[in-house]
């Protein structure tokens, strides 16, 4: 069908649609690189063109707003009344017709392996869990198969999702880079099948004993190069995923340094496909803690003669009433640029609502501030 209108001329429209299939479309325009308007301009147009389309549950409908060619709005207003269905209904069905003609993509295996990105810094309490678990819902939300692995002692990522820790006598993470686990490690993973991201998003839980790995890779004969014991130890989950996110300890330890031996840029693999996120907050301690970071890095760079790639900082818990501290800090990470900022998240309840409830922040609460920053960091690192 030939459309007697341009393209480029278009008019605001707004109606209607379900929280649910606001997010479904909005998470599959990103997928295959689709700007909203015209997935939904897409739609109406093939809407238009058949007649036999199932009813949509709209009860509960949140506002929605888009772009349409100038006409085709008329155009399509006045076939949903010659339809006996309301502009609602048809918008709706015409989306879901858009979603069901273009299925998400299917991603071929990396020859370098799952990408790998840790989230560190030197300082506690700057929201790497929040935001590394917050990130890695995003990708999964794309539609990239990503494991969560939560290799802070202290195990808050397991915690606020709702699981338990690993027992001390259970096989771990720990007892698999130490040599003294039996079975696979993809035994422990744990699916989350929740919001827009199931079966595509697992966490390979925290474990009660991991305070003593850096003593006991410090002692143990099984582990001959400390640094490479935690790339040894996912090696195997590498073939099941596209991302592989760290959750890694405050500690300049030996802990530290194996996840940033993972991060590395491996032979074959693009500068900035893996590295490092490190969430700060508008503070000065966490400018310190980054220097501590900093140098952590370089020093191991030079002495495993490896690149360690910085992906960027992401600003956390910011809130521009807090006055001069906070927007000057701001301005002061931003002038860094190298490392850029790549997300601003703001200081807001649903993320501290999630943590409560044990729930997941993009399941939540989908369409909150701090779940679209969470989405600004994935599309940060897979462009």
Avoid at 117 to 123: R, S
Avoid at 154 to 177: F, N, R, V, W
Avoid at 289 to 307: E, K, N, T
Wanted: proline share 6%; with cysteine; net charge negative.
């Amino acid at each position: 069908m030939t459309a007697p209108y341009d393209p480029d001329d278009r008019e605001k429209v707004v109606s209607k649609l379900p929280a649910q299939l606001r997010q479904e479309l909005k998470v599959r325009a990103a997928q295959l690189n689709v700007d909203i308007k015209d997935a939904v301009t897409e739609g109406i147009e093939a809407w238009r063109s058949g007649t036999d389309h199932r009813p949509v549950d709209t009860s509960g409908g949140g506002p929605f707003a888009t772009y349409l060619p100038t006409g085709l709005y008329a155009q399509f207003k006045n076939d949903c009344k010659a339809r006996g269905v309301t502009y609602t209904q048809g918008l709706a069905q015409s989306v879901r017709l858009w979603l069901d003609t273009h299925p998400a993509p299917r991603r071929a295996p990396r020859p370098t392996g799952a990408r790998r990105i840790i989230f560190g810094n030197q300082k506690g309490g700057v929201g790497k869990t929040s935001t590394a678990a917050g990130t890695a819902q995003a990708l999964a939300e794309l539609g990239y198969r990503t494991c969560l692995v939560d290799f802070d002692p202290q195990g808050h990522l397991t915690k606020q999702l709702g699981y338990d820790l690993l027992g001390i006598e259970d096989p771990s993470l720990a007892k698999h880079m130490l040599g003294e686990a039996k079975g696979e490690l993809d035994e422990l993973l744990v699916p989350i099948d929740e919001g827009s991201f199931s079966g595509r998003l697992f966490l390979l839980p925290a474990c009660k004993d991991a305070f003593l790995l850096d003593a006991k890779l410090a002692t143990s004969r099984h582990v001959r190069i400390k640094e490479t014991a935690l790339e040894k130890a996912l090696e195997s989950l590498e073939k099941d995923f596209d991302f592989i996110i760290v959750d890694c300890p405050p500690s300049l330890g030996y802990s530290m340094d194996t996840a940033l031996y993972y991060s590395r840029t491996r032979e074959g693999e693009d500068e900035g496909s893996s590295g490092v996120l490190i969430p700060v907050l508008a503070e000065d301690s966490s400018a310190d803690a980054y220097d501590m970071l900093y140098d952590q890095i370089q020093d191991l760079s030079g002495d495993m003669d490896v690149d360690i790639f910085s992906l960027g900082f992401i600003v956390n818990m910011y809130d521009s009433r807090k006055g001069f501290i906070a927007t000057s800090s701001l301005d002061s990470w931003k002038q860094i640029g190298d490392p850029p900022v790549i997300a601003v998240v703001p200081e807001l309840k649903e993320q501290r609502e999630a943590v409560r409830l044990k729930q997941p922040l993009l399941a939540y609460a989908p369409e909150s501030e701090q779940s679209e920053a969470m989405r600004t960091i994935a599309m940060g690192i897979t462009a």
